[in-house]
T-cell receptor
Framework: GDSVTQMEGPVTLSEEAFLTINCTYTATGYPSLFWYVQYPGEGLQLLLK?????DKGSNKGFEATYRKETTSFHLEKGSVQVSDSAVYFCALSEPPGNTGKLIFGQGTTLQVKP | DADVTQTPRNRITKTGKRIMLECSQTKGHDRMYWYRQDPGLGLRLIYY???????NKGEISDGYSVSRQAQAKFSLSLESAIPNQTALYFC?????????????????FGPGTRLTVL
């Protein structure tokens, strides 16, 4: 079945460092890909998305590119801030005409130190 | 006001007790989902519902049941709680429109319920 694998955490960075969180997926068909963020004590929020190959999703300085050839959707940010400390989840979605279910990776905890 | 609400936010209970977690939404969405989150495992789907009369099992439905009382309400029950059901539980909603122009339906999550089974 479909699956998502993301890098183990926790990831600890200093403020203004470059961030990469790796995500790869296995899917039949052409899923949409997402990054969700979970701040301490809160639910998940959609951070960015990409719906087809070579699409780049971006939001709040974060970016990820849908790479069909490597089945990857790595999250990057050029300069992290303390406020970016959170858990990040990579996910794929079955098409809405099917179930629309989300399949999540394990989550990666990011801690940014001043 | 929050669009997706969950009650209670925290619950501690004992093995063998019956527990109900409730989810309500004001987004007018047809589809509702229950997930559980465990450290190192991400979120896994327990049950999902496309409308009041359409309820489906997810990947980890054993030990759980659900009720869709209305379009806006979707409850998750643990008939006899056990310690390995200790987790963070999330409800989510999405609309149901589909078609060639619709690649995905965004899911909107509630704040979660932290359940501890002793």
């Amino acid at each position: 079945g479909d699956s998502v694998t993301q890098m183990e955490g926790p990831v600890t960075l200093s403020e203004e460092a470059f961030l990469t969180i790796n995500c790869t997926y296995t899917a039949t068909g052409y899923p949409s890909l997402f990054w969700y963020v979970q701040y301490p004590g809160e639910g998940l929020q959609l951070l960015l998305k990409a719906t087809k190959a070579d699409d780049k999703g971006s939001n709040k300085g974060f970016e990820a590119t849908y790479r069909k050839e490597t089945t990857s959707f790595h999250l990057e940010k050029g300069s992290v801030q303390v406020s970016d400390s959170a858990v990040y989840f990579c996910a794929l979605s079955e098409p809405p005409g099917n179930t629309g279910k989300l399949i999540f990776g394990q989550g990666t905890t990011l801690q940014v130190k001043p | 006001d929050a669009d997706v609400t969950q009650t209670p936010r925290n619950r501690i209970t004992k093995t063998g007790k019956r527990i109900m977690l409730e989810c309500s939404q004001t987004k007018g969405h047809d589809r509702m989902y229950w997930y559980r989150q465990d450290p190192g495992l991400g979120l896994r789907l327990i049950y999902y519902s496309f409308d009041v009369k359409d309820i489906n099992k997810g990947e980890i439905s054993d030990g759980y049941s659900v009720s869709r009382q209305a379009q806006a309400k979707f409850s998750l029950s643990l008939e006899s709680a056990i310690p390995n059901q200790t987790a963070l539980y999330f409800c989510a909603t999405s609309d149901s429109t589909s078609g060639q122009s619709k690649a995905y339906n965004e899911q909107f999550f509630g704040p979660g319920t932290r359940l501890t089974v002793l």
